[in-house]
Nanobody, 121 residues
Framework: QVQLVESGGGLVQAGGSLRLSCAAS????????MGWYRQGPGKQRELVAS???????HYVESVKGRFTISRDSAKNTVYLQMNSLKPEDTAIYYC???????????????WGQGTQVTVSS
């Protein structure tokens, strides 16, 4: 079994910073793309940032220049450094990872349980 456990959410004032972490554990042969999604109140879940195993990153336009995604492959952990936070960044943030459990099966997509980020104005 594979689990993704997020941490680092909380309440912060506009202009502040938070760092989210997501650690994958369990029967893991390798990880491909890891990323962060978010779902704000009354909104659909959207991709915030992703980081492929080869190092290619992708950010949604609204967070470019403010958020940075990184990973520690040895620890199967992905981070999201969020600076200059805005009230519109308020959402539940979900970790997502494409994980191979062995060399002989196709990779699966796993999700974390979500962590609340609230930015006050």
């Amino acid at each position: 079994q594979v689990q993704l456990v997020e941490s680092g959410g909380g309440l912060v004032q506009a202009g502040g910073s938070l760092r989210l972490s997501c650690a994958a554990s369990g029967s893991i042969f390798g990880t491909n793309t890891m990323g962060w999604y978010r779902q704000g109140p009354g909104k659909q879940r959207e991709l915030v940032a992703s980081l492929a195993s080869g190092g290619i990153t992708h950010y949604v336009e609204s967070v470019k220049g403010r958020f940075t995604i990184s990973r520690d492959s040895a620890k199967n952990t992905v981070y999201l450094q969020m600076n200059s936070l805005k009230p519109e960044d308020t959402a539940i943030y979900y970790c997502n990872a494409v994980i191979l459990r062995s060399a002989y099966v196709v990779p699966n997509i796993y999700w974390g349980q979500g962590t609340q980020v609230t930015v006050s104005s």
